[in-house]
T-cell receptor, first 112, second 114 residues
Framework: GDSVTQMEGPVTLSEEAFLTINCTYT??????LFWYVQYPGEGLQLLLK?????DKGSNKGFEATYRKETTSFHLEKGSVQVSDSAVYFC???????????FGTGTRLLVSP | DAGVTQSPTHLIKTRGQQVTLRCSPK?????VSWYQQALGQGPQFIFQ???????QRGNFPDRFSGHQFPNYSSELNVNALLLGDSALYLC?????????????FGPGTRLTVL
């Protein structure tokens, strides 16, 4: 079945460091790919998405590129801030199904 | 523009009881999905409602049931509660009118089963 694998956390960085959170997926066909962010005590917020191979999603300085050949959708940010501390979830939506399959999440901790 | 809303925020129940959670979708959305997020885990898909019918279902027992109303709002019902049902229950809304599969989430209902 469809699945998403994320790197385990926590990822601990100093402010202004470069961030990479790895995400790979297994799916039949060509799913849409998403990154969601969850701040403490809150629901999920859509961070970015990509719907086809080689698409790049971007938002608030975060970027991720849909790589079909490596079945990956790694999240990157050039300079993290303390306010980026949260749990980040990679997810896929099988084409035509409008449901999400999530990874287990990666906690990011950014210190001043 | 109101986003997805859920009620209540928190609930405490005991084993064997029944619970109903409620969700109002984002304005303009007609599809509601429910997810269960256990502590430290990613959300798991429970089911999805569109046009007042269950359209898709994840790997959850039939103790979990739902309903969608004509105004697109939805309820999640869980019968015969187990300790393992303790989780954050998330509602997400989307639209089938547009060629997009993006879902928008509410803040969730935290259910504790004692």
């Amino acid at each position: 079945g469809d699945s998403v694998t994320q790197m385990e956390g926590p990822v601990t960085l100093s402010e202004e460091a470069f961030l990479t959170i790895n995400c790979t997926y297994t799916a039949t066909g060509y799913p849409s790919l998403f990154w969601y962010v969850q701040y403490p005590g809150e629901g999920l917020q859509l961070l970015l998405k990509a719907t086809k191979a080689d698409d790049k999603g971007s938002n608030k300085g975060f970027e991720a590129t849909y790589r079909k050949e490596t079945t990956s959708f790694h999240l990157e940010k050039g300079s993290v801030q303390v306010s980026d501390s949260a749990v980040y979830f990679c997810a896929l939506s099988p084409r035509g199904f409008q449901k999400l399959v999530f990874g287990t999440g990666t906690r990011l901790l950014v210190s001043p | 523009d109101a986003g997805v809303t859920q009620s209540p925020t928190h609930l405490i129940k005991t084993r064997g009881q029944q619970v109903t959670l409620r969700c109002s979708p984002k304005s303009g959305h007609d599809t509601v999905s429910w997810y269960q997020q256990a502590l430290g885990q990613g959300p798991q898909f429970i089911f999805q409602y569109y046009e007042e019918e269950e359209r898709q279902r994840g790997n959850f027992p039939d103790r979990f049931s739902g309903h969608q109303f004509p105004n697109y709002s939805s309820e999640l019902n869980v019968n015969a509660l187990l300790l393992g049902d303790s989780a954050l229950y998330l509602c997400a809304s989307s639209t089938r009118q547009a060629s997009t599969d993006t879902q928008y989430f509410g803040p969730g209902t935290r259910l504790t089963v004692l």
